[in-house]
């Protein structure tokens, strides 16, 4: 019942969020010109670096870029829902005090504003992504089945779930410390290193990306699963668990920090 | 009578560490902090019965936020009682946004990104609207405030009037038996101010909904509330009506007095026995500044017409913008 609720106007929103969005037809252009710039620079890069080295701790260039489009698929899907929520929140919502809004309406504040910041635009992320990723299985020549695009769901979502939870996690920070937007930068930094396979970083980088901020579930454990002779076929099993893990975190530092905001105001 | 609203003994105080000087205090303020409690609003009390309508007003930081976020369940009170139709709003925070309706003129509570008519339309599922009261309340309030017109406009693109009197709509559209207006005539043209004003008094008047209206504006005060409660430095300093404010403590009227040719100062003095007295002389008149308790207007009046060639004269009455300045400022013992 509350389930039917919530999706009921989740879809209403959505909707009429989306139509706006489509009046603004030169908005949705740039938009997609950003991305496609922002694509051929990091795929250049890559391309540039590739063609210089015969392959990088025996990973070679089609499969580097595999990972990539894995990453870029499971941070659109996360984008979409959190992003702008989670980059709202420090300043906007918590500094300036505009959380109050949230909290008068009989409706969980938490969803709220994952409504009013719902990022469509970063819906081409998620198709980029997947492109980049067929790309790369045929020039792997892997073969795929029904379960293939199963799984690959499954790790997307899993993975936009530990996106969610660092990110909001950071944000929801700023309940106790101000502004921690000067944390995304970080975030940023750190989420494209692990897009690189992490068996070319030193054991401490490693033990960072798996078991301190997870970022390897994100891209790189899912690709290596499917990827034949990398040696990681079991660790992607690991995903959604890992997922729910670091957003359940993310979702107590919330419920803390919204106490905290109950208590002062800011 | 039906007290809607019960505020008993109610107390905020904030923690605030104290913030030495310099680079080499900054380095030591992080590692070791003293804090004292600042009183943001201190152990007030008052009820309000049904469909009253009251202006709460104080200077900045005077606490009145603070009191409104309590009583709208959005922060919890560090002790005391509120209670406002029968909800603990901080306990029961859900259920308290049924029973109100709120407004914060300096941010909109509409979404961005959709247009009007859909963010009405989305209150209606979120607050459980029968379409009967929605269609009848939302042609209702679209006409008095003539935003028929708007109704499909992205929220992004209306003027500051245009979107206050869409807030003030989507406060009401679910019919609550309190709403909070916080400044909701801030920045806007006196047309719109008199259009907001109208149907905030049109729908005490036909629901019977209670109105707690706090404000800078007196001129919204005076057109809309009957008793206002003053607040500063946390503590009600005036709870009463607000043409008994006017009478009792602006007891200070003004009469004003043109000649064809003026009188010096000292003459009217002894004629008059009045001692504020004041002298213009481009307008070529006299500004007599007398207590309303102590002498009435007509025997001042008659004094100075028996002694002088008065070519014109006027009355007036203290405004209530100048009386709150006296109370803030101390001025009135209360």
């Given at each position: 019942?509350?389930a039917?609720f919530?999706?009921?106007?989740?879809?209403?929103?959505?909707?009429?969020?989306?139509?706006t969005r489509l009046?603004?037809?030169g908005?949705?252009?740039?938009g997609?010109?950003?991305?496609?710039?922002?694509s051929v620079?990091?795929?250049g890069?890559?391309?540039?670096?590739?063609s210089n080295?015969d392959g990088?701790?025996?990973?070679r260039?089609?499969?580097v870029?595999?990972?990539?489009?894995?990453?870029q698929?499971?941070?659109?899907?996360f984008s979409?829902f959190?992003?702008?929520f989670a980059?709202?929140?420090?300043?906007?919502?918590?500094?300036?005090?505009?959380?109050?809004?949230p909290?008068?309406?009989?409706?969980?504040?938490?969803?709220?504003?994952?409504l009013?910041?719902?990022?469509?635009?970063?819906?081409?992320?998620?198709?980029?992504?997947?492109i980049i990723?067929?790309?790369?299985?045929?020039?792997?020549?892997l073969?795929?089945?029904l379960?293939?695009l199963?799984?690959?769901l499954?790790?997307?979502?899993?993975?936009?779930?530990v996106?969610?939870?660092?990110?909001?996690t950071t944000?929801?920070?700023s309940?106790?410390?101000k502004?921690?937007s000067?944390?995304f930068i970080?975030?940023?930094?750190?989420?494209?290193?692990?897009?690189?396979?992490?068996?070319?970083?030193?054991?401490?980088i490693?033990?960072?990306f798996?078991?301190?901020?997870?970022?390897?579930f994100v891209a790189?454990?899912?690709?290596a699963?499917f990827?034949p002779?990398?040696?990681?076929?079991?660790?992607?099993?690991?995903?959604?668990?890992i997922?729910?893990?670091?957003?359940?975190?993310?979702?107590?530092?919330?419920?803390?920090?919204?106490?905290?905001?109950?208590?002062t105001?800011t | 009578?039906?007290q809607?609203?019960?505020?008993?003994?109610?107390?905020?105080t904030?923690?605030?560490?104290k913030?030495?000087?310099?680079?080499?205090?900054a380095?030591y303020n992080?590692?070791?902090?003293e804090?004292?409690?600042v009183?943001?609003v201190s152990?007030i009390?008052f009820?309000?019965n049904q469909?009253?309508?009251?202006?709460?007003?104080?200077?900045?930081?005077a606490?009145k936020?603070?009191?409104?976020?309590?009583?709208?369940?959005?922060?919890?009170p560090?002790?005391g009682?509120v209670?406002?139709s029968?909800?603990?709003?901080?306990k029961?925070?859900?259920?308290?946004?049924?029973?109100i309706?709120?407004?914060?003129?300096q941010?909109t509570?509409?979404w961005?990104d959709?247009?009007?008519?859909?963010?009405?339309s989305?209150?209606?599922k979120?607050?459980?609207i029968?379409?009967?009261?929605?269609?009848?309340?939302l042609?209702?309030?679209?006409v008095a405030m003539e935003?028929?017109?708007?109704?499909h406009?992205?929220?992004?693109?209306?003027s500051?009037?245009e979107?206050?009197?869409?807030d003030l709509i989507a406060s009401?559209?679910?019919n609550?038996p309190?709403?909070?207006l916080d400044?909701?005539?801030?920045?806007l043209?006196?047309?719109v101010?008199m259009t907001v004003?109208?149907?905030?008094?049109?729908i005490?008047?036909?629901e019977k909904?209670?109105?707690?209206l706090?404000t800078h504006?007196?001129?919204?005060?005076?057109?809309?509330?009957?008793?206002?409660?003053i607040?500063?430095?946390?503590r009600?300093?005036?709870?009463?009506g607000?043409?008994?404010?006017?009478k009792n403590?602006?007891?200070?009227?003004?009469?004003?007095l043109?000649f064809?040719?003026?009188p010096?100062?000292?003459?009217?003095?002894?004629?008059t026995?009045?001692?504020?007295?004041?002298?213009?002389?481009?307008?070529?008149?006299?500004?007599?500044?007398f207590?309303?308790t102590?002498k009435?207007?007509?025997?001042?009046?008659g004094?100075?017409?028996?002694?002088f060639?008065?070519r014109?004269?006027?009355?007036?009455?203290?405004?209530?913008a100048?009386?709150?300045?006296g109370?803030?400022?101390?001025?009135y013992?209360?």
């Amino acid at each position: 019942m509350k389930a039917k609720f919530y999706a009921d106007i989740f879809l209403s929103y959505s909707l009429q969020n989306l139509k706006t969005r489509l009046a603004y037809r030169g908005n949705f252009f740039f938009g997609v010109f950003g991305i496609i710039i922002y694509s051929v620079v990091n795929i250049g890069f890559l391309w540039a670096i590739f063609s210089n080295i015969d392959g990088l701790k025996g990973w070679r260039f089609e499969e580097v870029l595999f990972i990539y489009g894995m990453g870029q698929f499971v941070f659109g899907i996360f984008s979409v829902f959190f992003l702008n929520f989670a980059h709202k929140l420090p300043k906007h919502y918590i500094v300036d005090g505009h959380l109050d809004r949230p909290l008068l309406r009989p409706l969980s504040p938490y969803f709220q504003l994952i409504l009013e910041n719902l990022n469509f635009n970063d819906l081409m992320i998620i198709l980029k992504g997947m492109i980049i990723m067929m790309y790369c299985f045929h020039l792997l020549q892997l073969k795929w089945h029904l379960l293939t695009l199963a799984e690959i769901l499954l790790f997307g979502l899993s993975g936009a779930l530990v996106y969610a939870g660092v990110w909001v996690t950071t944000a929801s920070l700023s309940f106790w410390f101000k502004n921690m937007s000067g944390f995304f930068i970080a975030l940023y930094t750190l989420n494209h290193y692990s897009r690189f396979p992490i068996t070319i970083y030193p054991f401490w980088i490693r033990f960072i990306f798996t078991w301190i901020l997870p970022l390897a579930f994100v891209a790189f454990f899912p690709s290596a699963y499917f990827l034949p002779d990398k040696g990681f076929n079991t660790t992607a099993l690991f995903v959604p668990l890992i997922g729910c893990l670091v957003f359940g975190i993310s979702l107590m530092v919330w419920n803390a920090g919204l106490k905290k905001y109950e208590s002062t105001g800011t | 009578m039906n007290q809607i609203i019960r505020v008993n003994n109610l107390t905020k105080t904030y923690k605030n560490f104290k913030r030495r000087e310099g680079v080499k205090g900054a380095l030591y303020n992080l590692f070791k902090r003293e804090y004292k409690d600042v009183y943001a609003v201190s152990n007030i009390s008052f009820t309000i019965n049904q469909g009253e309508m009251v202006g709460y007003i104080g200077p900045n930081g005077a606490g009145k936020s603070t009191t409104i976020k309590m009583l709208t369940g959005i922060l919890r009170p560090t002790s005391g009682e509120v209670n406002v139709s029968g909800v603990c709003p901080h306990k029961d925070r859900l259920r308290h946004t049924q029973n109100i309706g709120v407004v914060f003129g300096q941010r909109t509570q509409l979404w961005w990104d959709i247009a009007v008519i859909e963010a009405f339309s989305l209150l209606k599922k979120i607050y459980g609207i029968s379409e009967n009261d929605y269609t009848n309340r939302l042609k209702r309030f679209s006409v008095a405030m003539e935003i028929e017109g708007l109704l499909h406009t992205p929220v992004r693109k209306l003027s500051l009037g245009e979107r206050m009197k869409c807030d003030l709509i989507a406060s009401l559209l679910h019919n609550p038996p309190v709403v909070f207006l916080d400044e909701p005539t801030i920045g806007l043209d006196v047309a719109v101010k008199m259009t907001v004003r109208h149907l905030i008094k049109k729908i005490n008047a036909e629901e019977k909904t209670t109105i707690i209206l706090a404000t800078h504006d007196l001129k919204d005060i005076e057109a809309i509330c009957q008793r206002v409660i003053i607040i500063d430095q946390g503590r009600i300093l005036y709870d009463g009506g607000v043409e008994s404010i006017k009478k009792n403590i602006g007891r200070q009227r003004k009469l004003i007095l043109y000649f064809n040719k003026l009188p010096t100062l000292a003459e009217m003095k002894t004629k008059t026995g009045e001692d504020h007295i004041q002298l213009s002389l481009k307008e070529q008149r006299l500004e007599i500044t007398f207590d309303r308790t102590k002498k009435t207007a007509a025997a001042l009046i008659g004094c100075v017409m028996s002694h002088f060639d008065v070519r014109d004269l006027e009355i007036r009455e203290p405004e209530l913008a100048d009386i709150v300045k006296g109370i803030y400022e101390g001025k009135y013992a209360l």
